[in-house]
């Protein structure tokens, strides 16, 4: 089994402190999870490339594209990563299949900008859509509640999804976002899914070390 990791969403952050509650999730975690939004794509507005370069990490920032036209935008996004401190190369852009008319090209202008490929679906959206550019991926993000806001119910019709995106693809990094926490961790873990996103579970959680932990045991 793949190593399993650990992607906390700063969307769940108190944005006034962002860099101090960075730091009681840094030691703890492997990737730090980045949810751009656009107010289009999806029906809410985050942040962008600016408040990315504010960030001080020594984690691989995973920058999770949810926007209209993400070509636009990648160079931008990984001289962000590579200013708040993700180290050159390690950092993930991660487009939605849904956003991109010319996929196979934008995966190629991810790698050439320095940083891993990723690509995600929607709930609803098939496999099929990703099929013939897996071997080109680094990761690829199902996502386990329709995206745009943080403390959603996880959705368990995804769950044989990622049990099928396995077989299709043994070596590859499966990552799940949304209503991830510790009732529902076995379950996509159990799947195939070895990273993995927490946003309220983590952020939200008394003891935010010891909510990363009982990720760490399924």
Do not use: W
């Not at 990315?52 to 209209?68: A, F, Q, S, V, Y």
């Not at 070596?171 to 976002?177: A, Q, R, S, T």
């Amino acid at each position: 089994m793949k190593k399993l990791k650990i992607s906390p969403s700063i969307l769940s952050a108190d944005f006034g402190i962002l860099n101090e509650e960075i730091a009681t999730i840094e030691p703890y975690a492997d990737y730090l999870h980045i949810d751009v939004m656009d107010g289009h794509f999806v029906p809410n507005i985050t942040f962008g490339a600016p408040v990315i370069r504010c960030i001080k990490t020594c984690l691989p920032l995973d920058i999770h594209l949810m926007i209209e036209h993400p070509e636009r935008y990648i160079e931008d996004f990984v001289s962000a990563a590579l200013v708040a401190g993700s180290p050159k190369g390690e950092m993930i852009i991660t487009v939605q299949a849904e956003a991109c008319v010319h996929l196979d090209r934008v995966i190629h202008q991810i790698k050439e900008a320095g940083a891993k490929a990723s690509v995600a679906l929607n709930p609803a959206s098939p496999l099929e859509m990703i099929e013939y550019v897996l071997y080109d991926l680094d990761q690829v993000l199902l996502m386990t509640v329709n995206p745009g806001f943080c403390g959603q119910k996880f959705i368990e019709n995804v769950v044989p999804k990622i049990k099928k995106l396995r077989k299709m693809a043994p070596e590859l990094d499966i990552e799940v976002d949304g209503g991830i926490n510790d009732k529902t961790v076995q379950m996509v873990v159990d799947a195939g899914a070895n990273v993995l996103v927490a946003g309220s579970y983590v952020f939200g959680a008394g003891d935010r070390v010891m909510a990363i932990k009982s990720l760490r045991v399924a």
